[in-house]
């Protein structure tokens, strides 16, 4: 349907005000939340979240396009939610306790809604407590952690230990990132991935969601 | 670099997109090869230039540049840490900084802000922005108007001391009654790929900041000069070569690619383009959901954040 790919392509552009538009006339020409959300939004995160990986865009550009996907998601959601229309499932993200940088985080989390995730984002200097909170309130299917330093990314572990003993490991995939973090840290601390890019964490998470 | 020697070069270009693009070229095809301790030991050697950058019309559009590491929400978040000392807050006490790296505390340093406008020395508290502002407007002409942000007592010892060393401004008639305000920065070590552009917008923001306090106390009109923005080290580190070269087999494109692929139009954004995503960039940053995140911000600090939106929101102030 041309509408939906105009969806895609404007929400690509990072035009919100036309995307907003546009779903009101798709909703109006009957087209289910359904299709808005898979074969609108998420495909033109999809296109943008490629160009990402294929470096033909800029980390700005892909942020701008998830503010247009959110106001398209914000007027659906309703009907998504009365239509019983599940996501890929549950992330729970945050930057480590200590640690108070988060573009890295944001932009993992922006492309992993853009996947069509959901994802609970806890914020940065996150205690091990809220991670498990987040994990068991929300029914989590992923835990992803960030850190920027090498000072905090040893709290990873922590988080992890936390899980362990509250019996939720088995239950939870966990993913890893930021600039210290290497695929062999991951590995010691016991995580299930390690991505070194935002893209790469996507491929991941659905990796690891389907084994 | 057989001599030695480390290179000097010089940018000098209309506007801040232009001089950015044109400074990544110079120094990734004339940097000297060294290794930093940011470096990996699988990275390459990062490349590392001295060079003076001078930016004509830092107001002219477009003033913004698509590639950066962060969103237009964080990108106005620190233009207000540096201008507004929006985290200030986050620094650590001043007997942990003094513990160096074995300090376990990991909050901050420093910020820009807390170095320019509250240095601290001795037992007094000084504010040299203010300085800066009140030797100006007595005498335009003064070479004294500057701001230093390093402490020998505190920085060495550090992991992480300032790369911005100082602010210096001066007046100069504009040939019609006013004047033109010209500022200069320097800095000791810079990250070229991934700091320089935001940090420009934001010392840019504080030129601007300056000029209009300028202009107020001498009741002359100051205009916004030229910027010149001086490293010893201007890098692009090993880690980003990556990014920078692109990967042909796997079909990613080199940063000189991606930039060719686009006209400048394309790959810039005007201030009016950039102006409502600094008030809220739907996606958890901006002026707005910084207010509301940041509980624990100073009521000083936060009021000074509102007055800002307030005027972004009125479309009575230029990002």
């Known amino acids: 349907m041309e509408i939906l790919k105009d969806i895609a392509d404007e929400v690509e552009q990072g035009h919100s005000d036309t995307v907003k538009e546009l779903i009101k006339r798709a909703l109006s020409q009957e087209i289910s939340a359904e299709e808005i959300l898979y074969k609108g939004l998420v495909v033109g995160m999809d296109i943008i979240s490629e160009k990402f990986k294929n470096n033909e865009c800029f980390i700005p550009e892909v942020l701008v396009a998830a503010k247009s996907m959110n106001i398209g998601l914000e007027i659906i959601k309703p009907l998504l939610a009365e239509a019983n229309v599940k996501s890929q499932g549950k992330v729970v993200m945050g930057t480590v306790k200590g640690d108070l940088h988060d573009i890295g985080k944001n932009i993992v989390a922006m492309m992993l809604q853009g996947a069509g995730f959901e994802v609970i984002d806890c914020g940065a200097d996150v205690p091990k407590e809220k991670f498990l909170d987040a994990v068991k309130n929300e029914q989590a299917d992923v835990v992803g952690m960030s850190a920027l330093l090498t000072t905090t990314m040893l709290y990873m572990k922590e988080v992890i230990e936390v899980l362990k003993n509250e019996g939720l490991r088995q239950k939870v995939k966990v993913i890893i990132g930021g600039a210290p973090v290497t695929e062999s840290y991951a590995k010691t601390i016991g995580a299930d991935g390690y991505a070194p890019d935002a893209a790469s964490a996507v491929d991941l998470t659905k990796r690891l969601l389907n084994s | ?319």
């Open chain 2, 1 to 319: 670099m057989e001599s030695g020697n480390i290179p000097v070069l010089i940018v000098n270009e209309d506007t801040i997109p232009r001089a950015y693009e044109k400074a990544i070229r110079e120094v990734w095809e004339k940097g000297v090869s060294v290794r930093t301790e940011y470096d990996r030991p699988e990275d390459p050697p990062s490349k590392d230039a001295t060079v003076v950058i001078i930016v004509r019309e830092p107001f002219s559009q477009p003033r913004f540049h698509r590639s950066f590491a962060d969103g237009l929400g964080g990108l106005a978040e620190y233009v207000m840490e540096v201008v507004h000392g929006a985290h200030d807050y986050w620094v650590k006490p001043m007997e942990e900084i003094l513990k160096g790296t074995k300090s376990k505390d990991t909050r901050w340093t420093y910020t820009y802000h807390g170095r320019l406008f509250e240095y601290r020395i001795e037992d007094q508290v000084i504010n040299q922005i203010s300085l800066m502002i009140d030797r100006l407007s007595r005498a335009g002409h003064t070479r004294r108007a500057q701001a230093i942000t390093w402490n020998p007592k505190l920085d060495p010892p550090t992991d992480d001391p300032p790369c911005l060393q100082r602010v210096w401004g001066r007046l100069c008639d504009n040939g019609t009654g006013g004047y033109v305000f010209n500022m200069n920065t320097h800095w000791r070590s810079r990250d070229l790929f991934k700091a320089w552009f935001e940090n420009v917008i934001a010392l840019t923001t504080l030129m601007r900041k300056v000029a209009e306090e300028i202009s107020k106390r001498m009741q002359k009109q100051v205009q916004l000069g030229r910027y010149v923005d001086i490293s010893d080290s201007l890098h692009i580190y090993g880690s980003y070569f990556r990014e920078i070269e692109g990967d042909p087999e796997k079909g990613v494109k080199s940063f000189f690619e991606k930039l060719e692929s686009r006209s400048f139009k394309e790959r810039t954004w005007d201030s009016d383009f950039v102006k409502p995503y600094f008030i809220d960039d739907g996606v958890g940053k901006g002026l707005k959901p910084m207010l509301e995140r940041e509980k624990e911000m100073p009521e000083k600090v936060r009021k000074a954040i509102e007055k800002e939106l307030r005027l972004m929101e009125k479309d009575d102030y230029e990002v």
